[in-house]
């Protein structure tokens, strides 16, 4: 807690040269400006520790715990800022406020949870150099991972908020903010698979950890494609429907699109990733990140001033689509050298094009028999190609043959 209140110093000392040289404003004053910057860094730091008790929570092997209190914590931030800005003040601090407060909370919720069920209990905190002698080489790879992903992840908002007008910096946000939803409906992968992976390559079973890798990249394909490519194909309709704003949706649509796009390829490394990590490879990331970022910025620069906000969104997807076309087949040679073609032809392609068809079909169907869209209409379009993936692929089709039979003998 104490780094995180340095690093939140940092950003106060910060604040005003960012508002007054850094932000492009037309309608917002500097004070104002600064305020959201200060409560920008409060949510970055209060939000840093609650990672060190999602570790504790994985240790513990409490990940349904910590997946409910995750959901109930982004829940209350979500419908709560809205309920804030409708009825107490509709106003850019009271959303940072809320973000903050919510942020604290959720921190010292994780914290009481871990603390209570390890048993801490008047123990003082020692710095132990035994123990990093067994794992520093391991936790600095980590840490690098960590440093290049958040500056490979967040540079390009930076870029943008120098280069463009706010307005348009916010229909960026707004478009990258809705394309991480697919990163958000597949986070709980990571605590279901990381650690048995881990735990099959310290038994060294082989043959185990192939059928999980398989399993695992064949479930993050059947998620995240249909969810990515309705993102895609009816970007302008939910726009609309969430915002009822014509400017905001013509402006953020397109952005929205092609995030979504770079986000789709970004979430198949995942599995991978967890590979690497579970044989203690941290190179490999780290290597990958870097390199990534030294394309990724003169690209940013070049492409944001060229093209605006779609420039910028365009380099997250040609970053991504490098990632897919270089680092996993390079991680198959390396690793699983005869699994790459039963990954891109099961695991990848099928899932794809099922996705690809039925959204394309039912935009289709929307654009023959409903010259505009409403609530019902997308719910109905939602739910038929939810229900038409379900029973044409044959890993879901069979988990809910399962459960019906399972509810059935109840």
């Given at each position: 807690m104490v780094n995180c209140c340095n690093c939140w110093l940092v950003n106060i000392i910060l604040s005003h040269p960012i508002a007054a040289h850094w932000v492009k404003a037309k309608d917002l004053s500097i004070d104002k400006i600064q305020h959201c910057v200060?409560?920008?860094?409060?949510?970055?730091?209060?939000?840093?520790?609650?990672?060190?008790?999602?570790?504790?929570?994985?240790?513990?092997?409490?990940?349904?715990?910590?997946?409910?209190?995750?959901?109930?914590?982004?829940?209350?931030?979500?419908?709560?800022?809205?309920?804030?800005?409708?009825?107490?003040?509709?106003?850019?601090?009271?959303?940072?406020?809320?973000?903050?407060?919510?942020?604290?909370?959720?921190?010292?919720?994780?914290?009481?949870?871990?603390?209570?069920?390890?048993?801490?209990?008047?123990?003082?905190?020692?710095?132990?150099?035994?123990?990093?002698?067994?794992?520093?080489?391991?936790?600095?790879?980590?840490?690098?991972?960590?440093?290049?992903?958040?500056?490979?992840?967040?540079?390009?908002?930076?870029?943008?908020?120098?280069?463009?007008?706010?307005?348009?910096?916010?229909?960026?946000?707004?478009?990258?903010?809705?394309?991480?939803?697919?990163?958000?409906?597949?986070?709980?992968?990571?605590?279901?698979?990381?650690?048995?992976?881990?735990?099959?390559?310290?038994?060294?079973?082989?043959?185990?950890?192939?059928?999980?890798?398989?399993?695992?990249?064949?479930?993050?394909?059947?998620?995240?494609?249909?969810?990515?490519?309705?993102?895609?194909?009816?970007?302008?309709?939910?726009?609309?429907?969430?915002?009822?704003?014509?400017?905001?949706?013509?402006?953020?649509?397109?952005?929205?699109?092609?995030?979504?796009?770079?986000?789709?390829?970004?979430?198949?490394?995942?599995?991978?990733?967890?590979?690497?990590?579970?044989?203690?490879?941290t190179k490999f990331g780290l290597y990958q990140n870097t390199i990534a970022s030294i394309v990724l910025v003169p690209l940013l620069f070049w492409w944001t001033s060229k093209y605006g906000a779609l420039g910028a969104s365009f380099v997250w997807l040609a970053v991504n689509v490098g990632i897919v076309l270089i680092s996993i087949p390079l991680f198959h040679h390396l690793y699983l050298k005869k699994e790459i073609w039963n990954w891109f032809k099961n695991d990848v392609f099928i899932p794809l094009l099922v996705a690809v068809i039925l959204v394309f079909g039912a935009r289709y169907f929307q654009q023959q028999f409903f010259n505009s869209l409403n609530v019902f209409t997308i719910v109905f379009l939602l739910m038929a190609i939810s229900i038409l993936y379900v029973l044409i692929i044959p890993e879901t089709k069979a988990y809910l043959t399962k459960l019906f039979f399972l509810i059935k003998r109840k």
């Open positions: 200060m409560l920008m860094g409060a949510v970055f730091a209060f939000q840093f520790p609650s990672s060190v008790y999602e570790g504790a929570f994985t240790g513990l092997q409490k990940q349904a715990v910590s997946a409910i209190i995750n959901f109930c914590f982004t829940t209350l931030k979500a419908v709560g800022v809205l309920i804030v800005l409708k009825y107490i003040s509709p106003d850019i601090e009271s959303y940072f406020i809320w973000q903050a407060v919510v942020t604290l909370l959720f921190t010292f919720a994780m914290r009481w949870y871990v603390r209570k069920n390890i048993g801490v209990k008047n123990v003082r905190a020692t710095f132990s150099t035994q123990q990093l002698k067994t794992i520093w080489r391991f936790a600095a790879g980590m840490a690098g991972i960590s440093l290049v992903t958040f500056f490979l992840v967040q540079i390009d908002k930076i870029v943008v908020s120098k280069m463009l007008l706010l307005e348009y910096v916010g229909y960026y946000n707004l478009a990258f903010l809705l394309a991480s939803g697919i990163n958000a409906i597949i986070s709980p992968m990571q605590s279901i698979v990381y650690p048995k992976l881990t735990q099959l390559v310290a038994t060294n079973n082989m043959e185990g950890l192939v059928t999980l890798y398989h399993k695992a990249c064949k479930w993050i394909s059947i998620i995240v494609f249909p969810v990515g490519f309705t993102l895609i194909f009816f970007a302008k309709e939910i726009l609309f429907l969430w915002t009822k704003n014509t400017t905001l949706t013509n402006e953020t649509a397109p952005i929205l699109q092609v995030c979504a796009a770079g986000t789709i390829c970004n979430c198949l490394m995942w599995i991978p990733h967890f590979v690497l990590l579970a044989k203690g490879n």
